[in-house]
């Protein structure tokens, strides 16, 4: 390993509610201290401060009333370069404040070969599916509850009306009425059924949503049954699970955002979203990640969406990945979606493919011509 | 694995906001649908309805002005009994939306048979301590960044003091400047040392932050030096992973709470941080559950803190477990912590004990005769 310069840090920039300038200051040396050493100012050793182990504040604005934006330094091997740290110095016990928010990370080079990001990324998944002008089609198995033969016909009709990505719903995990390995294994042999017929190239990513021993063994599973992704929610699995099993098995990632919506939902305390869902989620290894896009069923505004895809997407030291819009979205929000995302995005269409009475295989087959049709 | 009957439920208590009673039966029929199946309600085949698949509304009152309280119940076993699919019931998509917040939940019988709980709980540890009559008292080496040889001493005269738990500041993990094994190895055998000197039974607890690969073998390192309990935060490591070490190694949990703030610091939206850190820190094996106490450094009310306790001492079908509160707290609100939260509980001084210039062991000394002498 590497010697990290004392000199070597990431920069947080966090807003935070003050009344004044004086306040805000005060707030901001809290923080410094606070995700650092933790302890009572008068305590810190005065070698601390010399070697950078408490957190620099770089600069303090003011950009509206009340509000200040401070950009606090954090020395990098204070994370020892493990995700559960970096999110302790991040937010840890800040989290348990009220008023402070993350609204950016910088992060240096020494985060680029520490953390390994996406396994495949934009480019890797066009490789895969032979698909590199336009944006990809992705729909999901449900609902949890069905029979695995049913949910295995949904998944061939799919793939016969040619989608690029099958996911299952992130709620169908190991239930006893569709126990993971019974369930992955008829649904992949449909889908490759289907493929083998229509020539196509329908992948299927399985939910892992294992317990912390069982996890490791449903993504072996997947891979015996030569499946390429995973769908894994990382705040209800654990976001270094996630970055484990894209290192380790170099298998695919979509990222689910099942639980983290309580970090963004506030306006003045959290971790903006497209900090959580679009940089933390594409350093822990997705290489697609889900987020509910605007005018669907969640509260997000166009502006926090786009710049999500840009956070995915953005040239750094890591390979780009897939946003993914959804959340209610249907036939008639594509080509707006298409002409705002852009090709390098994956579309995703639940419940309105289930919806149109002409059926799975025909509400497939127009979802495909609809996005190759608006391709730009 | 016994057969789960249908009409096994658990019960949620959501708050939510709206305008009138018909507008909050319909934001609670979309809580039914969305935290179960996820599909259009016209796409809800009948028989999931039969099967009771989809969440029951089971009450709805009107405490307040724009705020309605929902009890909603679910199936069992669709959680599959894991940590991760429970998560995702009780809160997984709906944490995306906005204006709804867990107050509380019940757990059936079957839960307590499918989960452990804590592995020791208040009894355990009291038999282990030899300390029956009293709260017991603990501290935190600190701050990150000191060699491993003054952690290490700092743990002796801690011990030499007479607390009963010392745990690593959360923020010590596995830093190059102090490596897990090397630091934990140095610091048992200090306390160890000050243990057989003063015939004091001092128990240390190692923060264990480690990545999903290192995790277990932090743990292993742990026991095979002879420790019996680890701190770990489970919003950073992964919930799941500590109920996993728990019960798995039968080692005590100390549950920090970093990173969980954004839950419940919001009024209206999150999971109350009774049920967070209390029920379910619980659920998921935390023999002591550290929160931040009122009026130290953090936001909380006294309201919240003791029904927190409660929450984590209700005779219930799991052992019970110990409140810890902290965060600022100091040796003259020794006294007060006492009588509200009784004997069964944790009290835990960190900075305080360093900032008195009569040093370590004699501020450890003074703050165990305090707790003696208020024991009730």
Known sequence: MQQ?????????????????RKTAQELARDITIEQTVEIPFDCIPQ??????????????????????????????DITAFQLTQFLNVLYGNISLKSGIKVLDISFPHSFYSHFRGPSHGIDGLREILGVYNRPLACTALKPMGLSVTELALMAHEFASG???????DHGITDQQFHCFEERVSICAAAVEKANLASGGNTLYFPCVSGTFDLVENQVRFALS????????????????????????YGIMIMAHPALAGAFFTGANHGIAINVLLGKIFRLAGADISIFPNWGGRFPFSKQECLSLASSLREEIGWKRSFPCPAGGMNLQRLGEMISEYGNDS???????????????????????????????
């Open 225 to 248: 049954r030569g499946l390429k992704g995973i769908l894994i929610a990382p705040f209800l699995s654990g976001l270094d699970t996630m970055r484990y099993l894209s290192e380790k």
């Open 162 to 168: 040619g989608i690029d990505l099958i996911k299952d």
């Open 47 to 76: 070698e601390h401060f010399n070697k950078g182990i408490i957190g620099h504040i770089e600069t303090l604005e003011n950009p509206d009333d009340g509000l200040y934006d401070v950009t606090i330094s954090f020395r990098s």
């Open 346 to 376: 994956v579309l995703l269409l639940g419940g309105a493919l289930l919806q149109d009475k002409r059926g799975i295989r025909e509400n497939s087959r127009e979802f495909m011509s609809r996005v190759k049709a608006h391709s730009t």
């Open 4 to 20: 990290i310069s004392e000199t070597d840090r990431f920069n947080v920039l966090y807003r935070i509610e003050a009344s004044d």
